[in-house]
C-alpha cells in the first residue's frame, strides 16, 4: 500500500514537472495580456487618447484587423490538425516498441513491462 502511493506521488510530481512549462507559457502569455488589456482600457493612451471601451472599436475598425483574424485562423487550420497527425502518429509508433531493458528503466513508474 505504502509503495503504491509512493509511485502515485513520484508520477504525480513528475506530471507536473512535465505541465508547469505549458502552464506557465500559458499564463504569461495568454491570461496576463487579457487581463492587463481590461485593466489598461479605462485609462488614457496614444491611439485612444480619452480611454475608455472606445479602445476596443478602434481596434474593430482598423483596416488591418480582419486580415489579421484570417491569418491567425488560416494558421491554426493548418498547425492544430497537422500536430494532431503528428501526435498521434508518434504515439502509435511508441506503442508498437517492444518494450526492452532501455525502455522499461526510462519509465517514470516502477513497475516492470
Known sequence: ???QKQAKNKN?????????????LLISFGL????????EVPHE???NPDGGWDAFVIVL???RFLPA?????GFMAIFVPTTIVFVIV????????????????????????
Open 1 to 3: 500500500m505504502a509503495k
Open 12 to 24: 504525480n510530481f513528475a506530471m507536473w514537472v512535465m505541465f508547469s512549462p505549458y502552464l506557465f
Open 32 to 39: 496576463v495580456p487579457i487581463i492587463m488589456a481590461f485593466l
Open 45 to 47: 493612451s496614444r491611439v
Open 61 to 63: 475598425q482598423d483596416f
Open 69 to 73: 483574424v484570417r491569418h491567425v485562423l
Open 90 to 113: 508518434m504515439a502509435l509508433m511508441l506503442e508498437r516498441c517492444k518494450p526492452s531493458a532501455t525502455t522499461s528503466s526510462m519509465r517514470l513508474d516502477s513497475r516492470q513491462a
